[in-house]
């Protein structure tokens, strides 16, 4: 099966100029964990991706303004991308290997055309690579962090 079956194809976008109020407010219109951020709306090129852990870690836990930061400041450049004829267990490999959730679909042109994230493959490909998958991706990168919260 290709990305291009598995993938949401009426994605959410925003501009690095968005500031990352406006783009939680999408986050929750839309009830999605990350947003793809593009050159402009037009040619749709993909310069990077806004997750809601990065809102999280880089604008919560920072102490930072949510009406006054600008995406530009919070999201992640150069974010993994798969092409829409990439098989989907290509796929699967990319977010096992990037520990990630999400990946962007981009076209030859570099046009942000979708997004394909762990659910879609789960609908999709319901053999036991989708566990190897999941467990690789959700497994922690550091076990037992030192710090003032406690871990239920």
Request: glycine letters at 6%; aromatic letters at 0%.
């Amino acid at each position: 099966m290709k990305v291009s079956d598995a993938m949401t194809k009426q994605i959410v976008s925003c501009l690095k100029s968005d500031t990352a109020q406006s783009v939680a407010a999408l986050m929750k219109l839309h009830d999605i964990g990350s947003v793809p951020v593009v050159a402009d709306f037009v040619s749709k090129r993909l310069e990077g991706i806004v997750t809601d852990r990065d809102l999280c870690l880089r604008l919560i836990a920072e102490s930072r303004d949510p009406v006054t930061t600008h995406i530009a400041a919070l999201m992640s450049q150069g974010p993994v991308t798969c092409s829409p004829n990439d098989s989907l267990q290509e796929c699967e490999d990319l977010m096992r290997e990037h520990r990630v959730r999400r990946i962007p679909v981009v076209d030859k042109q570099g046009r942000c055309i979708g997004v394909v994230a762990q659910a879609d493959i789960v609908l999709h490909d319901n053999s036991d690579k989708v566990h190897h998958m999941l467990a690789g991706i959700s497994t922690p990168r550091t076990a037992g962090i030192a710090g003032s919260g406690a871990v239920a």
